[in-house]
């Protein structure tokens, strides 16, 4: 007898934040849904495997439910390019699709995600395509922003600072602007933009109180202030803090 399509229960889509790095900030709920999700996609370059499942090798160690997400590009164009932005989009129609076929057989499909989904999450890419026909749940987690400050010992902000998080792909003049408006800052995607980072923050008034953390809560994790790193290499797993001064009883 054929099944009714109204009896058929599809699968749920999970983004699940996999933390900063350090496997022991995982959240009870990602552990959970970790365990025992049948389809568990993750993001990564070709050859190499991507954070979100280096975090999971702590928890996980079945294969057969890896499902690899392969970019056709990371930092090979600019991200504005007219060829980066036509692949990423022709990458992330195609994984939705893929991902649809499993959770229209009724499995459920957990992406890995480093720090939080929500939060510059690759993730985001594939929620906007599947949200409206699959069931789909969040679990938040530990951003990277925050186990670096946490790692550093730097509060962030006090009384009523606020904090601004700019990527350091902004043109140098809207960096300077956003700085100068600003109590608290963390400039992200930092890579080869590090230099005019620097310069922006100088122009701020800011860079005796910028704090360079590469690799925060990984192994190789290194935080110095940034006046006294000697060069201009930042890796793509780096930021610069700027922690506010405000009020404080």
Same mark, same amino acid.
């Given at each position: 007898?054929?099944?009714?399509?109204?009896?058929?229960?599809? +699968?749920?889509?999970?983004?699940?934040?996999?933390?900063?790095?350090?496997?022991?900030?995982?959240?009870? *709920?990602?552990?959970?849904?970790?365990?025992?999700? /049948?389809?568990?996609?993750?993001? =990564?370059?070709? %050859?190499?495997? +991507?954070?979100?499942?280096?975090?999971?090798?702590?928890?996980?160690?079945?294969? &057969?439910?890896?499902? @690899?997400?392969?970019?056709?590009?990371?930092?090979?164009? @600019? /991200?504005?390019?007219?060829?980066?932005?036509?692949?990423?989009?022709?990458?992330?129609? #195609?994984? &939705? +699709?893929?991902?649809?076929?499993h959770?229209?057989?009724?499995?459920?499909?957990?992406?890995?995600?480093? %720090?939080?989904p929500?939060?510059? +999450?690759?993730?985001?890419?594939?929620?906007?395509?599947?949200?409206?026909?699959?069931?789909?749940?969040?679990?938040?987690?530990?951003?990277?922003?925050? !186990? =670096?400050?946490?790692? $550093?010992?730097?509060?962030?902000?006090?009384?009523d600072?606020?904090?601004?998080?700019?990527?350091?792909?902004?043109?140098?003049?809207?960096?300077?602007?956003?700085?100068?408006?600003?109590?608290?800052?963390?400039?992200?995607?930092? !890579?080869?933009?590090?230099?005019?980072?620097?310069?922006?923050?100088?122009e $701020?008034?800011?860079?005796?109180?910028?704090?360079?953390?590469?690799?925060?809560?990984?192994? %190789?994790? *290194?935080?110095?202030?940034?006046?006294?790193?000697? #060069?201009?290499? $930042?890796?793509?797993?780096?930021?610069?803090?700027?922690?506010g001064? !405000?009020?404080?009883?």
């Amino acid at each position: 007898m054929q099944a009714n399509a109204a009896d058929v229960t599809t +699968g749920t889509l999970y983004g699940v934040g996999m933390g900063p790095g350090e496997p022991d900030y995982l959240t009870v *709920r990602a552990l959970r849904v970790l365990g025992r999700a /049948p389809v568990l996609a993750h993001f =990564c370059k070709k %050859g190499r495997r +991507g954070n979100a499942r280096t975090i999971a090798d702590a928890v996980v160690s079945d294969p &057969a439910r890896e499902f @690899p997400l392969v970019y056709p590009y990371t930092t090979e164009l @600019p /991200p504005d390019h007219p060829d980066y932005v036509a692949a990423l989009a022709r990458f992330y129609d #195609d994984a &939705a +699709g893929q991902l649809a076929d499993h959770l229209g057989a009724g499995r459920d499909v957990a992406i890995l995600s480093e %720090g939080d989904p929500f939060f510059y +999450g690759s993730f985001m890419h594939l929620w906007r395509r599947l949200k409206d026909r699959f069931p789909v749940e969040v679990v938040p987690g530990v951003t990277g922003m925050s !186990g =670096c400050w946490t790692r $550093a010992g730097t509060p962030i902000t006090w009384g009523d600072d606020v904090l601004t998080i700019l990527p350091a792909t902004l043109p140098h003049a809207v960096l300077v602007e956003r700085l100068r408006g600003t109590d608290a800052a963390v400039v992200m995607k930092l !890579g080869r933009h590090l230099p005019k980072v620097r310069i922006a923050l100088s122009e $701020a008034g800011l860079l005796a109180r910028a704090v360079y953390v590469e690799r925060g809560t990984m192994a %190789g994790e *290194r935080v110095v202030p940034l006046a006294e790193k000697p #060069d201009d290499a $930042a890796p793509y797993f780096s930021m610069v803090l700027v922690p506010g001064e !405000g009020r404080r009883p």
